[in-house]
Protein backbone atom coordinates (compact mmCIF):
# COMPACT_ATOMS: atom_id res chain seq x y z
CA UNK A 1 0.00 0.00 0.00
CA UNK A 2 1.22 3.51 -1.08
CA UNK A 3 0.94 6.44 1.80
CA UNK A 4 0.23 9.55 0.55
CA UNK A 5 2.22 12.25 0.42
CA UNK A 6 3.10 14.92 3.02
CA UNK A 7 1.28 17.31 0.80
CA UNK A 8 -1.56 15.57 0.22
CA UNK A 9 -2.60 15.61 3.68
CA UNK A 10 -4.31 18.63 6.04
CA UNK A 11 -1.79 17.82 8.68
CA UNK A 12 2.17 18.10 8.12
CA UNK A 13 3.67 15.15 9.12
CA UNK A 14 6.78 14.47 9.44
CA UNK A 15 6.46 11.03 7.66
CA UNK A 16 3.17 9.76 5.78
CA UNK A 17 0.68 8.29 8.07
CA UNK A 18 -2.67 6.47 6.96
CA UNK A 19 -4.97 9.36 5.07
CA UNK A 20 -7.64 8.91 7.74
CA UNK A 21 -5.30 10.02 10.90
CA UNK A 22 -3.65 12.68 8.63
CA UNK A 23 -6.98 14.22 7.53
CA UNK A 24 -8.13 14.33 11.60
CA UNK A 25 -8.59 17.00 13.00
CA UNK A 26 -10.80 18.58 16.10
CA UNK A 27 -13.19 21.88 14.64
CA UNK A 28 -15.69 23.84 16.61
CA UNK A 29 -17.53 24.75 14.00
CA UNK A 30 -20.62 22.29 13.58
CA UNK A 31 -23.66 22.67 10.84
CA UNK A 32 -26.38 23.02 13.12
CA UNK A 33 -28.57 21.68 9.95
CA UNK A 34 -27.12 18.29 10.06
CA UNK A 35 -28.59 15.39 11.34
CA UNK A 36 -26.49 12.00 12.15
CA UNK A 37 -28.27 9.33 11.44
CA UNK A 38 -28.93 6.69 14.58
CA UNK A 39 -26.81 4.18 12.91
CA UNK A 40 -24.18 6.09 12.24
CA UNK A 41 -24.37 7.58 15.74
CA UNK A 42 -24.45 3.45 16.96
CA UNK A 43 -21.89 2.54 14.51
CA UNK A 44 -19.37 5.49 16.31
CA UNK A 45 -20.24 3.73 19.90
CA UNK A 46 -20.09 0.05 18.25
CA UNK A 47 -16.13 0.90 17.03
CA UNK A 48 -15.49 2.44 20.60
CA UNK A 49 -16.66 -0.84 22.00
CA UNK A 50 -14.47 -2.73 19.73
CA UNK A 51 -11.32 -1.13 21.26
CA UNK A 52 -8.56 -3.08 22.69
CA UNK A 53 -8.83 -3.70 26.49
CA UNK A 54 -6.60 -4.93 29.13
CA UNK A 55 -7.49 -8.69 30.05
CA UNK A 56 -10.65 -8.05 27.40
CA UNK A 57 -12.15 -6.27 31.07
CA UNK A 58 -13.87 -3.33 28.43
CA UNK A 59 -13.82 -0.85 31.56
CA UNK A 60 -15.95 1.59 30.10
CA UNK A 61 -19.51 2.65 29.35
CA UNK A 62 -20.67 5.51 26.78
CA UNK A 63 -23.92 7.78 27.03
CA UNK A 64 -24.65 8.77 23.26
CA UNK A 65 -27.64 11.50 22.38
CA UNK A 66 -28.29 13.15 18.91
CA UNK A 67 -28.84 16.98 19.30
CA UNK A 68 -32.84 17.56 19.84
CA UNK A 69 -33.16 15.17 22.61
CA UNK A 70 -33.35 15.83 26.48
CA UNK A 71 -30.31 13.83 26.98
CA UNK A 72 -28.08 15.93 24.51
CA UNK A 73 -29.54 18.90 26.32
CA UNK A 74 -28.53 17.48 29.74
CA UNK A 75 -25.21 17.14 28.54
CA UNK A 76 -24.57 20.45 27.05
CA UNK A 77 -25.65 21.90 30.65
CA UNK A 78 -22.90 20.09 32.21
CA UNK A 79 -20.15 21.58 29.56
CA UNK A 80 -18.15 24.22 30.89
CA UNK A 81 -17.80 27.71 29.74
CA UNK A 82 -16.66 28.41 26.17
CA UNK A 83 -17.56 24.57 25.57
CA UNK A 84 -21.15 25.72 26.28
CA UNK A 85 -21.46 28.00 23.50
CA UNK A 86 -20.39 25.62 20.26
CA UNK A 87 -21.51 22.20 21.03
CA UNK A 88 -25.48 22.98 20.66
CA UNK A 89 -24.45 22.53 16.74
CA UNK A 90 -23.06 19.44 16.91
CA UNK A 91 -25.12 16.72 15.66
CA UNK A 92 -24.71 14.33 18.71
CA UNK A 93 -22.79 14.23 21.70
CA UNK A 94 -20.83 10.78 23.83
CA UNK A 95 -20.24 10.92 27.03
CA UNK A 96 -16.73 8.65 27.77
CA UNK A 97 -16.61 6.52 31.00
CA UNK A 98 -14.42 4.66 33.01
CA UNK A 99 -15.64 1.29 34.86
CA UNK A 100 -12.84 0.98 37.30
CA UNK A 101 -14.62 -2.22 39.10
CA UNK A 102 -14.71 -3.78 35.54
CA UNK A 103 -11.25 -4.08 35.54
CA UNK A 104 -10.41 -6.09 38.21
CA UNK A 105 -6.64 -6.69 38.36
CA UNK A 106 -5.98 -4.57 35.52
CA UNK A 107 -7.70 -1.15 36.75
CA UNK A 108 -3.90 0.15 35.99
CA UNK A 109 -4.98 0.51 32.57
CA UNK A 110 -8.91 2.02 32.72
CA UNK A 111 -7.81 5.66 31.42
CA UNK A 112 -5.28 3.68 29.34
CA UNK A 113 -8.24 1.69 27.75
CA UNK A 114 -10.79 4.25 27.54
CA UNK A 115 -8.46 6.71 25.68
CA UNK A 116 -8.31 3.80 23.07
CA UNK A 117 -12.06 3.74 22.89
CA UNK A 118 -12.26 7.63 22.76
CA UNK A 119 -9.99 7.13 19.32
CA UNK A 120 -11.02 4.00 17.75
CA UNK A 121 -14.89 6.33 17.98
CA UNK A 122 -12.88 9.99 16.15
CA UNK A 123 -11.73 7.00 13.42
CA UNK A 124 -15.06 5.85 13.39
CA UNK A 125 -16.34 9.45 13.36
CA UNK A 126 -13.86 10.36 10.48
CA UNK A 127 -14.32 7.29 8.22
CA UNK A 128 -18.31 9.07 8.28
CA UNK A 129 -16.80 11.47 6.57
CA UNK A 130 -18.04 13.24 9.65
CA UNK A 131 -15.65 15.49 12.44
CA UNK A 132 -15.16 14.94 15.99
CA UNK A 133 -13.95 17.36 19.08
CA UNK A 134 -13.21 15.53 22.63
CA UNK A 135 -13.78 18.29 25.63
CA UNK A 136 -12.32 17.98 29.36
CA UNK A 137 -14.40 20.60 30.13
CA UNK A 138 -17.05 19.68 31.77
CA UNK A 139 -18.63 19.15 35.39
CA UNK A 140 -18.56 15.16 36.06
CA UNK A 141 -21.36 15.40 38.72
CA UNK A 142 -23.62 16.56 36.77
CA UNK A 143 -23.49 13.83 34.13
CA UNK A 144 -23.76 11.66 37.13
CA UNK A 145 -26.81 13.30 38.49
CA UNK A 146 -28.16 13.68 34.99
CA UNK A 147 -27.91 10.28 33.98
CA UNK A 148 -28.40 8.59 37.44
CA UNK A 149 -25.07 7.07 36.48
CA UNK A 150 -24.06 4.37 39.16
CA UNK A 151 -21.37 4.53 41.71
CA UNK A 152 -17.93 3.90 40.73
CA UNK A 153 -18.90 5.13 36.71
CA UNK A 154 -17.07 7.72 36.21
CA UNK A 155 -17.57 10.41 33.10
CA UNK A 156 -13.87 11.54 31.51
CA UNK A 157 -14.76 13.30 28.53
CA UNK A 158 -17.24 14.12 26.46
CA UNK A 159 -17.07 14.02 22.25
CA UNK A 160 -19.10 16.35 20.02
CA UNK A 161 -19.71 14.96 16.47
CA UNK A 162 -20.70 16.18 13.46
CA UNK A 163 -20.55 17.93 10.03
CA UNK A 164 -17.94 20.43 9.34
CA UNK A 165 -19.02 24.08 8.96
CA UNK A 166 -17.45 26.92 7.50
CA UNK A 167 -20.31 29.20 6.49
CA UNK A 168 -21.46 32.47 8.45
CA UNK A 169 -23.34 30.67 10.36
CA UNK A 170 -20.54 29.86 12.75
CA UNK A 171 -19.57 32.53 14.93
CA UNK A 172 -16.34 34.45 13.87
CA UNK A 173 -14.41 33.55 16.88
CA UNK A 174 -15.11 29.81 16.44
CA UNK A 175 -14.47 30.07 12.12
CA UNK A 176 -10.72 31.52 13.16
CA UNK A 177 -9.84 28.97 15.70
CA UNK A 178 -11.23 26.50 12.86
CA UNK A 179 -8.87 28.27 10.25
CA UNK A 180 -5.39 28.40 12.68
CA UNK A 181 -2.38 26.40 11.85
CA UNK A 182 -1.83 23.14 13.58
CA UNK A 183 1.21 21.78 14.70
CA UNK A 184 2.54 19.31 16.62
CA UNK A 185 6.03 18.81 18.82
CA UNK A 186 8.72 18.00 16.35
CA UNK A 187 8.75 14.05 16.03
CA UNK A 188 12.30 14.02 17.19
CA UNK A 189 11.56 15.74 20.34
CA UNK A 190 9.08 13.08 20.94
CA UNK A 191 11.22 9.92 19.77
CA UNK A 192 13.02 8.71 22.74
CA UNK A 193 15.09 6.23 20.65
Known sequence: MTLPTLTDVRNRTD?????????????????????????DLLSIVEAAR??????NTQPWAFIAARRGTAEFDSIVTALAGFNQAWTP????????AAVPERAGKMAAWVDYDLGQAAAHATMQVEYLGLRAHQMGGFKPDAIREAFNLPAGVVPKTVMAVGQFDTSADVAPEIRQRDTAERGRLPLTDLLIR
Open 15 to 39: VAIAPLLAERWSPRGFDADHQIDRD
Open 50 to 55: WAPSAG
Open 89 to 96: AASALIVF
